[in-house]
């Protein structure tokens, strides 16, 4: 359902609001540059830092900027599942395409709690769902046997997957378990070439945010089994793929789209602190081997 290169869409501030102005152009250059899909309120949105009015604003931004164009998959996930469910529902009337939940953080539930937790969400959505497994920051893992389950439950709802395990191996379980239909994407740009051999079909993306064309060309080559093409490209990305996390992201991100645009400001929001000297040192050395400096 879902493929190719698709940015969690970094949310513009200024002056401690969200910039709809920019944000708008943003969404525009990304559509024009490749990208397959754009996700609104992704951990580089800074969506932990949105109050909910902004949350569902932003969201409604996007669905009607794409108008169509790509799908938007709405970050709507929260670690209270009633929380969930009223983003879901905004999130549906704003016109997303697609839903992003999260494992619940913090309350660091069982595989017994994931699966009420999901099943629950899902018997109550409209819309497909994308399950986001980022143990890194939320501490609870969605295991593989876990992913199964909840698409055999529900195989026409929960329909893919956002992996940021860091475990390539997951990938080839979740096909044999789940089937080659079930959508497996990368949350890790770094491991993306190594993703495709296994069966992952795209990324939601850091990177794709600074260099949305570079991004695209990437995964289009590795999607058509072009490994020449698609290790040239990655090697040319590596480096801006590990600047993106020279500092907490997504002020890398933030910096280098600054550096691209004078409308994007670099602003982010406590507890993310601006870019140190030392990280903007290396944003501008892989903006620069990049080309897109």
């Known amino acids: 359902m879902f ?13 401690n609001r969200v910039d709809e102005e920019a944000y708008r152009r943003f969404i525009e250059w990304q559509i024009e540059n490749g990208s397959s899909a754009l996700v609104p309120c992704g951990t580089t949105g800074e969506s932990a830092t949105l109050d909910n009015d902004e949350h569902h604003r932003v969201i409604s931004i996007c669905a009607e900027v794409a108008n169509k164009r790509v799908p938007v998959i709405a970050g709507a996930g929260s670690n209270d599942t009633q929380t969930a469910l009223w983003h879901i529902k905004e999130a549906q009337l704003a016109g997303a395409d697609a839903l992003l ?23 109550r959505a409209d819309l497909p769902i994308v399950l986001y497994n980022v143990p890194g ?31 390539l191996t997951r990938v080839v379980t979740q096909r044999m378990g789940a089937g080659p239909d079930f959508c497996q994407l990368s949350g890790d740009d770094p491991l993306m070439l190594a993703g495709y051999a296994l069966g992952q079909v795209g990324c939601i993306s850091v990177t794709a945010n600074v ?42 991100v933030k910096y280098a789209l600054s550096k691209l645009f004078d409308w994007f400001a ?25 080309g897109i400096a």
């Open 3 to 15: 493929s190719g290169s698709i940015p969690a869409l970094a949310t513009p501030f200024v002056d």
């Open 101 to 123: 939940l999260v494992a619940p953080y913090y309350n660091r539930p069982g595989q017994k709690g994931l699966l009420a937790h999901f099943s629950y969400l899902a018997e």
């Open 137 to 167: 920051r939320t501490v609870t893992d969605i295991l593989p046997e876990t992913v199964i389950e909840l698409h055999r439950r529900f195989p026409g709802k929960i329909v893919a997957l956002k992996d940021a395990s860091g475990d």
């Open 211 to 252: 260099a949305p064309k570079l991004c695209a060309d990437f995964h289009a080559a590795a999607a058509e089994g072009d490994y020449a093409t698609a290790r040239e490209l990655n090697e040319r990305l590596y480096p801006l793929h590990r600047a993106m996390f020279a500092d907490a992201s997504p002020s890398p």
């Open 266 to 290: 670099p602003e982010t929001r406590l507890p993310i602190a601006p870019i140190s000297d030392e990280a903007r040192a290396a944003v501008d050395a892989a903006l620069d081997g990049a």
